[in-house]
């Protein structure tokens, strides 16, 4: 990775965190103590904050950067159904960190649309790649999320 490529994925990570704790915790907490001082600290704790999250799980060892990952995710998205985002979230900066770093959080196998959705390629990219043995196929139907981290890895982060 060329030098500057890092600082803007950094950057866009840092930037996604901070909109996604804003918009699920800061504001309505804003909302709820009519416009409170205190919550623009807040805002302040979690910009720096997002510095130090960002820089654990683009640049921490694996147990760091999965148990920062693991927290961000039962935080931001909290709920009693299995973590499903929408397949466009995984193209995401933080989408992409996570799928890098721990694969799918919590799933053995994922869709070939979701897989795909990963890699930045189409279901029949994923398919062809499947075929062709270059991704793992799950047993019980779809691709394994580690296969898709494994080759997201050994390209270039950019691509």
Do not use: C
């Amino acid at each position: 990775m060329d030098e500057g490529e890092e600082p803007v994925i950094r950057r866009e990570l840092i930037d996604q965190l901070v909109r996604v704790i804003e918009v699920r915790l800061l504001d309505p907490l804003e909302i709820l103590l009519d416009g409170d001082e205190a919550v623009g600290a807040l805002r302040r704790s979690v910009r720096d904050r997002a510095e130090d999250w960002a820089d654990r799980m683009l640049d921490g060892d694996e147990r760091t950067a999965t148990h920062t990952i693991a927290r961000m995710m039962a935080t931001l998205y909290p709920g009693d159904e299995p973590f499903d985002p929408p397949a466009d979230w995984w193209r995401t900066p933080l989408g992409q960190v996570v799928v890098r770093r721990v694969g799918h959080p919590y799933a053995r196998a994922v869709s070939y649309s979701v897989a795909g959705a990963m890699l930045g390629i189409t279901r029949q990219g994923v398919h062809d790649l499947v075929t062709r043995g270059k991704l793992e196929r799950h047993p019980d139907g779809g691709v394994t999320p580690e296969s898709v981290r494994d080759r997201l890895n050994r390209r270039s982060p950019t691509t």
